[in-house]
């Protein structure tokens, strides 16, 4: 693989420090946005680590534009939009014309389900299937320490 | 993509062959009789042309080892074909060169010698020999096959030779032919790699290792050798070439899409690794199902736990800024119990795979979904060592993230209604 798999020290210390900005020990917070504020640490210490990676940027891109509606970063992928329109007829007539075209089928289904993982990875719209991947790999290995941390602090507290 | 232990091979020496394997290369060409002293099982010898003394009947020198038949010794201890090197006696590296040598993934699984050698190190199968000859007895040949089926399918001397070019001429064929190389490999790993895990390839049944997964049917380099040689040689761009196999198309178009084929099929084979269960699954459509499922379950864990961290956080601002001086994840029972945890669950603490993550205190949590649950348990051992990261920071990131931490929180964003549905908040106390 590519890249290293992230410290988790870096990552708490990120998600640490975000959390201090963010100043969510403030009484005034309700506990959904004291949720919505660590979660926001969360990502925002996971794309922190690996900044080279497409989906770390489209995850900024989301979060800044979420909370200051306009996009801090400018964005630097072709806004392409995947089309898989060809699919459905095809899927129809292997259908029709014979049950042992499972080929054509796979490959709708294949097409289907690539399309959930875009939307599931962040920036996932404007990949083609290699990058996708790719990124897949990226943001799972950096969602595991997330959630490391995040269960290891879960457990300091308690 | 199991490993094939059903070869019957039993004997995992790093350095040897299995002398059970060599009575398949031989059988066809009729068995030469090694030992004089007539003993029941006369152990043939592939004819490799490498190798001295080879169409002696009588090889006085091999006798010494060809006697051993009733153990596993290596019977050509000593009279290795001059073009490869010895074995190396450690199991680890053959995992290594071969990983090595599985960086330029090629499609398509040709049989041939280099391609089957990242294979059957890792997964021990013993097709190399017969497959590298048997391009032309068909492309099909799948890394399942056993020693006895490939035996049968190969016959004739020519193959047996042929298979002994291909070992030998493993360490330099294996530079020559580009194949697709997704990464340089450098030249001694190579053929050292290559001309090993060939002549291991033999023995190697029992590995199995979370990189057998990692390899590929169809992928390692693609031996042509001095069979299948075809003409086209197209280069792609500035670092890819791809040589078109035996009997496959060599238009530029199913080049294009043969490279692409092979650069997907391989890194699927790391998300097979990466995500928990997939050891067993074959085909994209499963496979991209699973990893939709781990990511999906991964994302609702942080949201899950981010709801909890939220309803403990009475404590949160105590600690936090202790948790900060100190180096939590470092030192074992380096932070201190004055804040009011405990000790024992920072030391080797990267690993909290355990059931009962719960706390029993916090009322009205909802129940984690099954997979849910089935995530928290996983075993977390995929994870490697760590390294740390580059911990500079471009200008452009750091302005991003000032950007973004400075943020002001109370603009009270719409609660989405998902969060509301998804997390009860009945039981919190605030």
């Known amino acids: 693989m590519q890249n290293t798999i992230p410290s988790k020290q870096v990552l708490l210390k990120t998600f640490l420090t975000g959390l201090r900005r963010r100043n969510i020990t403030n009484k ?13 640490s969360a990502d925002l210490a996971m794309a922190s680590v690996r900044k080279e990676a497409k989906w ?6 989301d979060l800044s534009r979420k909370f200051q509606r306009k996009t801090v970063l400018p964005s630097k992928h072709r806004h392409v939009v995947i089309k898989g329109n060809k699919v459905s007829t095809h899927k129809r007539g292997a259908r029709r014309r014979c049950a042992a075209k ?3 089928i796979a490959k709708c289904i294949i097409r289907k389900r690539e399309q959930v993982l875009r939307r599931l990875v962040p920036g996932g719209k404007c990949m083609d299937e290699c990058t996708l991947l790719d990124e897949t790999l990226d943001y799972l290995q950096l969602l595991k320490a997330q959630v490391d941390v995040m269960r290891l602090l879960v457990k300091a507290l308690e | 993509m199991d490993l094939c232990e059903s070869n019957g091979l039993e004997k995992r020496n790093g350095d040897r062959i299995d002398p059970q394997l060599i009575p398949q290369f031989g059988a066809p060409i009729g068995m030469v009789p090694v030992s004089g002293a007539g003993t029941g099982t006369a152990s043939p010898f592939p004819l490799w042309p490498g190798m001295p003394n080879l169409s002696n009947p009588i090889a006085e020198p091999f006798n010494p080892g060809m006697l051993n038949q009733s153990s596993n010794k290596f019977p050509y201890s000593g009279v290795l074909p001059p073009g490869l090197p010895n074995f190396p006696s450690e199991p680890g590296f053959i995992e290594r060169a071969a990983r090595l040598s599985c960086f330029s993934a090629n499609a398509g699984f040709n049989g041939l010698m280099n391609n089957s050698i990242s294979n059957q190190a890792q997964k021990g199968e013993l097709n190399s020999m017969n497959i590298g000859s048997g391009s032309s007895h068909g492309n099909q040949l799948k890394n399942q096959g056993s020693i006895e089926n490939n035996s049968e399918t190969n016959e004739g001397a020519e193959d047996k030779i042929s298979n002994g070019d291909n070992a030998n001429a493993n360490g330099d064929s294996s530079q020559n032919d580009s194949g697709s190389k997704k990464r ?16 291991k390839s033999q023995e190697e049944a029992g590995k199995q290792t979370s990189e057998s997964k990692k390899e590929v049917d169809n992928s390692g380099s693609k031996n042509t050798g001095k069979n299948g040689k075809d003409a086209a040689d197209v280069p792609k761009g500035d670092y890819i070439h791809v040589r078109a196999r035996r009997g496959q198309a060599t238009n530029s178009h199913s080049l294009a899409e043969r490279v692409r084929r092979e650069k997907i099929s391989e890194r699927m084979k790391y998300l097979q690794e990466l995500v928990p269960g997939c050891s067993k699954v074959t085909g994209k459509a499963v496979m991209l199902d699973e990893i939709i499922n781990y990511v999906q379950s991964l ?12 309803a403990v956080n009475p404590r949160l601002d105590l600690n936090i800024e202790t948790l900060l001086s100190k180096d ?3 030192g074992r029972g380096a932070c201190s119990s004055t804040v009011g945890f405990t000790h024992e669950m920072f030391h080797s603490q990267l690993l909290p795979s355990q059931p009962g993550l719960l706390p029993p205190g916090l009322p009205g949590m909802l129940n984690p979904s099954d997979p849910f649950r089935r995530a928290i348990n ?10 740390d990261p580059n911990p500079q920071m471009s200008t452009t990131w750091q302005d991003e993230l000032h950007n973004v931490m400075s943020m002001n929180f109370a603009t009270n964003p719409p609660l989405s209604t998902q969060e509301i549905a998804t997390k009860p908040s009945d039981g919190f106390q605030l």
């Open chain 1, 28 to 40: 005034g917070m309700t506990l959904l946005e004291r949720k919505r504020a660590i979660k926001l």
């Open chain 1, 56 to 61: 770390s940027n489209a995850l900024m891109a």
């Open chain 1, 102 to 104: 499972a080929t054509a």
């Open chain 2, 184 to 199: 340089k490999r450098t030249n001694q790993d190579g053929a050292m790699g290559q001309g090993q895990a060939s002549m």
């Open chain 2, 299 to 310: 994302q609702r864990q942080v949201e899950f736990l981010s709801m909890k961290l939220a």
């Open chain 2, 328 to 330: 939590i994840l470092q």
């Open chain 2, 378 to 387: 996983t075993p977390l051992s995929a994870m490697n060592p760590f390294k």
